[in-house]
C-alpha cells in the first residue's frame, strides 16, 4: 500500500473517532508536494476536537508507516496560544490543512506564525544577569570535580546544551526541538556550530576549555560572565 493511502486511512480513522474540528499536516510533512509523500519517513499530525481534555499524543506504526499525532481540545488550544506556549508554536509555525470544518481557526493559527515571526518575549535584565550568573557556576562547579570523569563528563555535556538553549532565549528565537538545534545553529550562527563541533569531539581537559570558550562567546555579548551575586531578587528554579 502506499503511503498516501496509508496516510487517507489514518485520517479517516481519526476522523471517525471523535468530533474532530481540524487535522493539520506538520513537520516534514507540511513542506512537500503531495506526489513525494512516499519521502517521508514518518508522518506529523495535529488534530483540533470538541473534546475537553488538554492534550494527548499518539506514536503508532499503521501498515509500516509512523504516525506522531497530537491530540488537543479547541478550549486548550486556544489558550496554549494566549500563554505562547513555546512548542505549540514551534510545531505549527508550519502546517497544511487536511481537514477543517471551523473558519474562526485560521486566526488562531495566524496568531501563531505572528508570534513565530516575532519571537518569545525578551528577557528583563535580571533574568539575563541570571543566566550569565548561572552558567558561570555550572562551570566552576565542573572544575571542581575533574577527578570524578564520568560525572564531569555528564556535567559538562548538560552545561553544553543549557548554553546552546539560552542562546536562543538571550537572542529572542524560539527554541527548536532537541534534535534541530545545532542544525539550526549551523544556520543562524557559524561561529557558535564551529565551536560546538569541536567540544563534541574532544578529550576531557579540551572539553573543558572548549567549554568555556563557548560559555564566554554566548555571554561576551551581554557582558560575559556574573561570578558573584549581590543580595538581590534569584529565579525559584
Same mark, same amino acid.
Given at each position: 500500500?502506499?503511503?498516501?493511502?496509508?496516510?487517507?486511512?489514518?485520517?479517516?480513522?481519526?476522523?471517525?473517532?471523535?468530533?474532530?474540528?481540524?487535522?493539520?499536516?506538520?513537520?516534514?510533512?507540511?513542506?512537500?508536494?503531495?506526489?513525494?509523500?512516499?519521502?517521508l519517513?514518518?508522518?506529523?499530525?495535529?488534530?483540533?476536537?470538541?473534546?475537553?481534555?488538554e492534550?494527548?499524543?499518539?506514536?503508532?506504526?499503521?501498515?509500516?508507516?509512523?504516525f506522531?499525532?497530537?491530540?488537543?481540545?479547541?478550549?486548550?488550544?486556544?489558550k496554549?496560544?494566549?500563554?505562547?506556549?513555546?512548542?505549540?508554536?514551534?510545531?505549527?509555525?508550519?502546517?497544511?490543512?487536511?481537514?477543517?470544518?471551523?473558519?474562526?481557526?485560521?486566526?488562531?493559527?495566524?496568531?501563531?506564525?505572528?508570534?513565530?515571526?516575532?519571537?518569545?518575549?525578551?528577557?528583563k535584565?535580571d533574568?539575563?544577569?541570571?543566566?550569565? $550568573?548561572?552558567l558561570y557556576?555550572? $562551570?566552576?562547579?565542573?572544575?571542581?570535580r575533574?577527578?570524578?570523569?564520568?560525572?564531569?563528563?555528564?556535567?559538562?555535556?548538560?552545561? $553544553?546544551?543549557?548554553?546552546?538553549?539560552?542562546?536562543?532565549?538571550?537572542?529572542?528565537?524560539?527554541?527548536?526541538?532537541?534534535?534541530k538545534?545545532?542544525?539550526?545553529?549551523?544556520?543562524?550562527?557559524?561561529?557558535?556550530?564551529?565551536?560546538?563541533?569541536?567540544?563534541?569531539?574532544?578529550?576531557?581537559d579540551?572539553?573543558?576549555?572548549?567549554?568555556?570558550t563557548?560559555?564566554?562567546?554566548?555571554?561576551?555579548?551581554?557582558?560575559?560572565?556574573?561570578? $558573584?551575586?549581590?543580595?538581590?531578587?534569584?529565579?525559584?528554579?
Amino acid at each position: 500500500m502506499k503511503i498516501k493511502e496509508i496516510f487517507d486511512k489514518k485520517i479517516k480513522n481519526i476522523l471517525e473517532g471523535e468530533k474532530v474540528l481540524s487535522i493539520l499536516l506538520i513537520g516534514a510533512g507540511a513542506n512537500i508536494e503531495e506526489e513525494d509523500f512516499h519521502t517521508l519517513r514518518d508522518i506529523d499530525l495535529f488534530v483540533i476536537t470538541h473534546g475537553k481534555y488538554e492534550f494527548e499524543r499518539e506514536l503508532i506504526t499503521v501498515d509500516g508507516v509512523l504516525f506522531d499525532v497530537s491530540y488537543m481540545s479547541y478550549n486548550s488550544f486556544e489558550k496554549a496560544i494566549y500563554d505562547e506556549t513555546p512548542f505549540l508554536i514551534n510545531s505549527l509555525q508550519s502546517y497544511k490543512f487536511v481537514y477543517n470544518i471551523d473558519k474562526d481557526l485560521a486566526k488562531l493559527l495566524d496568531k501563531i506564525r505572528y508570534l513565530y515571526k516575532r519571537g518569545p518575549q525578551k528577557l528583563k535584565k535580571d533574568e539575563i544577569d541570571y543566566i550569565r $550568573f548561572k552558567l558561570y557556576q555550572d $562551570f566552576t562547579d565542573i572544575l571542581g570535580r575533574k577527578e570524578d570523569l564520568i560525572n564531569t563528563e555528564f556535567l559538562m555535556n548538560n552545561l $553544553f546544551y543549557n548554553i546552546l538553549t539560552y542562546y536562543y532565549k538571550l537572542h529572542g528565537y524560539w527554541i527548536p526541538k532537541d534534535k534541530k538545534i545545532l542544525k539550526d545553529i549551523q544556520k543562524i550562527d557559524k561561529v557558535l556550530y564551529n565551536l560546538s563541533i569541536d567540544f563534541i569531539g574532544e578529550e576531557l581537559d579540551k572539553k573543558i576549555e572548549k567549554l568555556n570558550t563557548i560559555m564566554n562567546y554566548v555571554l561576551k555579548p551581554y557582558g560575559g560572565v556574573v561570578k $558573584f551575586w549581590k543580595r538581590n531578587s534569584f529565579p525559584i528554579i
